[in-house]
């Protein structure tokens, strides 16, 4: 069983830059692939970035691709998610997830955290 507990969410202006963190709990979190998610009110939960476990590989859904950055340090069993140039449109909760082969589709994903608000004012 893993935990995953977010921060780092905010409210910023647009244009700012947020590092949202995920720290996981338990000694197998070097072995999972992880993910970025987020929800804006009244939509679906919408992936936003996919790191695998050896930070080989990263993947990035297109609102996002060259503004944000997915990194891990699994010796901190810590993710990171970098915002930059932030959008009003980027208004959302953000969640993490691990999985052992997790994709883009969160049903992909057996552990989540519990979120992180980012509001982005215009």
């Known amino acids: 069983q893993v935990q995953l507990v977010e921060s780092g969410g905010g409210l910023v202006q647009a244009g700012d830059s947020l590092r949202l963190s995920c720290v996981a709990s338990?000694?197998?979190?070097?072995?999972?692939?992880m993910a970025w998610f987020r929800q804006a009110p009244g939509k679906r939960r919408a992936f936003v970035a996919w790191?695998?476990?050896?930070?080989?590989?990263?993947y990035y859904a297109d609102s996002v691709q060259g503004r944000f950055t997915i990194s891990r340090d699994n010796a901190k069993n810590t993710g990171y998610l970098h915002l930059n140039f932030l959008k009003p449109e980027d208004t959302a909760v953000y969640y993490c997830?691990?999985?052992?082969?997790?994709?883009?589709?969160?049903?992909?994903?057996?552990?989540w955290g519990q979120g992180t608000q980012v509001i982005v004012s215009s």
């Open positions: 997830a691990a999985d052992p082969h997790g994709g883009a589709a969160a049903s992909e994903y057996d552990f």
């Open positions: 338990g000694d197998t979190f070097s072995r999972l692939d």
């Open positions: 790191i695998n476990w050896g930070s080989t590989s990263t």
